[in-house]
């Protein structure tokens, strides 16, 4: 990379963050303090052979050690330009640049005139019902002893006592300097939102719970602030103390429910690294795919990760009792990946989802919203929500099965998941749409499949950096993306035949199963052979092992430079209508 291409990167990523900035105070929002770091000092993630490694580095740079990111050998680092210089051209180091993160969604809440507030279940997805929860629910299985980890804006402190109880057994802070400080509150309400949907322990009028895993332990760091921004560095953080926390809160379910456009293969990315890492340490990893859907190739980080559990979102069209009508979202984010993935695991789901909020919360003063009946219950629709459903179904599955590995989890979530098919029996969307189908967490938990997920991938190498895989999907010659590798045949494609269209109105089927049972969890050494329609192939091979400052986007053609990707922050999912 030339020195001027250096200072475009430099001088495009600063007006990246300037115009974030400047929406922050368009919404009404005061942006987040400037560092007492001189005007030409940046964070960054520096790493090296380990933590200690990389904060040497930074040190004999002159730069100044944030915060040690020990999961992936890792510092975060205050530089100025030429400590960034230097690190860039010290050999066994990289250094990322700390991309933002921006918690985002579009609601509906209810508000004079919109719902009868004598009627209000008319408007709820029932969604342990839908998923077969609460079934499990009345049976017992209710997640208890099992934790879950939601990495988000936080939980509303008054909602504590009431939903949750002893059953919280930690809350963190990861914002800025806080590295790990206790805290109480959500002020921006997406995190109490996605954590009521998994854990809540409310019941409706008809004696029901309301979250899936009403049992489950909680455990809840926060890494976005009140106005939904966040960084790289922040969620790191938080998934270093996840994982160096995970026995002793007995953590074996993380959701996060938020993503960013890729800027480099899945392995690259360090938030990606952080999150294989928790895998690897046996935590079922839940992302929701994101709203960008229904074109194809959506999918975001870290959704593209092929080893954990990625989700879309499923509408039952504002009818819970009748599955007739059930759709997917036209939101729900779309593989395939850029290595060939096949993207999402499965869909939950995620329109119209009632559930907790604080009433003085950022989202709801940002939509002017007045809730009822009783100034607690707000709408929001995403796969956001849609990844909080499984979280908690994989809760329920681990207290029926406590041995269960994250791979055996996903296999067994897969092997019995119900695809929407149209009436002919034909699949009314393309596996890059639905996974493998609808969760059920009633089949899921009396599942005997095993071995079916993440097969021919090793999370080991991959982390090691001694192998890379890529997914069975590619483009033909038609423009179709398909499934390939699979005994010869050539699977995934949808009616209407390209690929990943989505369609509306088609049932889910209650019956229906992957030809040979089939699951879309399979991977292969990288041949950097994949075909897609921006014109050019992987062969190209860009690498990231020069220590170059990481704003590169995928989105490049050979020997061009695209700079979307510097403006782009990593969202909890953007927000969409409702569904």
């Known amino acids: 990379m030339t020195a001027s291409n250096h200072r475009l990167i430099r001088s495009l990523s600063l007006a990246a963050l300037i115009g974030l900035g400047a929406l922050a105070a368009m919404a009404g929002v005061a942006p987040r303090p400037a560092s007492a770091a001189p005007a030409t000092s940046r964070s960054y993630l520096v790493q090296a052979q380990s933590a200690d490694a990389a904060a040497r580095a930074v040190s004999a740079a002159g730069g100044q050690v944030l915060s040690p990111l020990p999961l992936i050998n890792a510092v975060g680092a205050q530089l100025d330009r030429g400590e960034l210089a230097q690190l860039q051209h010290t050999p066994g180091v990289r250094v990322y640049e700390n991309r933002s993160v921006a918690t985002e969604a579009k609601t509906t809440v209810f508000t004079s005139g919109t719902s009868p507030s004598d009627n209000l279940n008319q408007f709820y997805t029932n969604y342990p019902m839908l998923v077969g929860a609460d079934q499990l629910q009345a049976a017992g299985i209710t997640g208890k002893g099992v934790t879950v980890a939601f990495l988000d804006s936080g939980l509303w402190r008054n909602n504590i006592n009431d939903h949750y109880g002893k059953r919280l057994l930690a809350m963190v802070d990861f914002i800025g300097s806080a590295n790990g400080a206790a805290f109480t509150g959500d002020a921006n309400g997406h995190g109490t939102h996605v954590t009521s949907i998994a854990a809540s322990a409310d019941a409706n009028n008809a004696g029901q719970y309301d979250g899936i895993a009403p049992g489950a332990s909680v455990v809840v760091a926060r890494a976005f602030q009140s106005n939904g921004s966040a960084s790289y560095l922040d969620v790191i953080k938080a998934l270093n103390w996840i994982v ?97 993935f096949v993207k999402p695991e499965l869909v939950a789901p995620g329109g119209h989802m009632v559930a907790t909020m604080p009433s003085n919360s950022y989202l709801v003063n940002l939509f002017g919203a007045e809730m009822k009946p009783n100034g607690t219950l707000f709408t929001m629709s995403g796969t956001s929500q849609a990844a909080a459903v499984t979280s908690g ?20 979530l897969m092997a019995a998941a119900r695809p929407a098919v149209t009436a002919t029996g ?62 010869g045949s050539i699977w995934g494609q949808p009616v209407s035949g390209d690929g990943y269209t989505w369609s509306q109105g088609y049932t889910w089927s209650q019956g229906y199963t992957w030809s040979q049972g089939y699951t879309w969890s399979q991977g292969y050494t990288w041949s950097q052979g994949y075909t897609w329609s921006q014109g050019y192939t992987w062969s190209q091979g860009y690498t990231w092992s020069q220590g170059y400052t990481w704003s590169q986007s995928l989105g490049w053609l050979p020997g061009s430079f695209n700079t979307q990707g510097l403006a782009q922050p990593m969202s909890v999912d953007p927000w969409v209508s409702q569904e």
């Open 426 to 487: 034909n699949l009314a969307y393309s596996v890059f749409q639905q996974g493998a189908g609808l969760i059920n967490a009633l089949s899921a938990i009396h599942s005997a499949a095993t071995g079916c997920a993440n097969a021919g991938l090793n999370i080991a190498a991959d982390l090691a950096g001694s192998a890379h895989y890529g997914g069975p999907a590619n483009l033909d010659a038609s423009g179709n993306y398909y499934v390939m590798n699979m005994q």
């Open 393 to 412: 179904v994989v809760a329920l599955m681990l207290q029926s099965e406590p041995t269960l590995t994250p791979d055996q989890v996903k296999c067994k």
């Open 244 to 340: 160096a926390n995970q026995a002793a809160y007995k953590i074996r379910v993380l959701n996060l429910s938020f993503g960013a456009p890729p800027q480099s293969y899945y392995w690259d990315d360090p938030l990606n690294q952080a999150v294989m890492k928790a895998w690897a340490a046996g935590i079922v990893v839940v992302t929701s795919a994101g709203n960008s859907g229904p074109q194809a190739m959506s999918i975001g980080v870290p959704g593209n990760v092929p080893y954990v559990i990625t989700v879309g979102a499923l509408t039952d069209n504002y009818t819970p009792y009748d599955g007739s009508d059930d759709r997917l979202a036209s939101f729900s984010s779309t593989g395939p990946t850029f290595e060939g």
